[in-house]
Every structure is written in C-alpha cells, then in structure tokens.
C-alpha cells in the first residue's frame, strides 16, 4: 500500500508539472493582451492617417476651386479689357481711314511722289490696325 501511494503520488506530481505555471499563464495573458493593444493602437494610428489624408484631400479640392474661380474672375476682366481695346482699335481705324480720304483728295502744291509717299504710310497704319482689330477679337473669342 505503500508502494501506491507512492505511485499515486508522484503521478500526481507528474501530472501537475506537465501543465503550464501559473507564470508561464500569467505571461500569456500579458502577451495576448499587450497583442490586442498594440492592434488597437495601429488601428487608431491608421484611421488618425486616413482621417489627415481626407482632410488634405478636401483642402487641395477647395484650393483648386477657389484657384478657377479667380481664374474665371481673371478671365472676365481680361475679356472686358479685350473688349475696351477693340473698341479703340476700331475708333482709331475709322480715324485713319478718314485720314486716307483726306490724304487722296488734291491739295494744292503737292507733289504725285509725296502723295503716294502719304497714301503708303497710311496704307501700312491701316493694315496693322487691321490686324490687331483680328488678332484681338480672336482673343476675346478664346474667352467665350
């Protein structure tokens, strides 16, 4: 009887030793636990992350908003302009086209060379006017 209970007993220690201490427990739970929170602290970093991305994105969008609102603003200025300088341009064509008719008419004591001289120049200032009056209004068409 001695015997099985000796038997018995040292079973018994050996099945207790088998198993994990109660440190050994203890450290796990720590672990699983530390895992969860440092899960927990990566999931905030990120959303933290995804939050200032959103919130640079939505900036940048307002800020390309508010730059072609300018620029639209900018682009109505630049058309009245346009079309302040076309006016001119064709005030001072009418002026020069005047100028021509003057300049063909006979006046005393002048000479044929000097009369074609005239007529030239005039034809020259005309024809630039001409232009810029073309160039310009193609301009205020590119804003419409």
Sequence with gaps: MKHTFLILISFLFILSACGPSVEEKAAEIAAKEKAKQDSITIADYRAADEAANKTAKEKA?????????????NAAVMKEQLEQYLIELKAELEAEESAMSRIKEYQFGRPQWQK???????????QTLGKN????????????
Excluded: P
Aim: charged residues 35%; proline residues 0%; glycine residues 0%.
């Design 61 to 73: 969008i307002q800020d390309s908003i508010r730059m072609v609102d300018s620029l639209a603003a």
């Design 116 to 126: 074609e001289e005239q007529i030239k120049n005039q034809s020259v200032k005309i």
């Design 133 to 144: 009056i073309k160039d310009t209004e193609k301009q205020i068409e590119s804003y419409q």
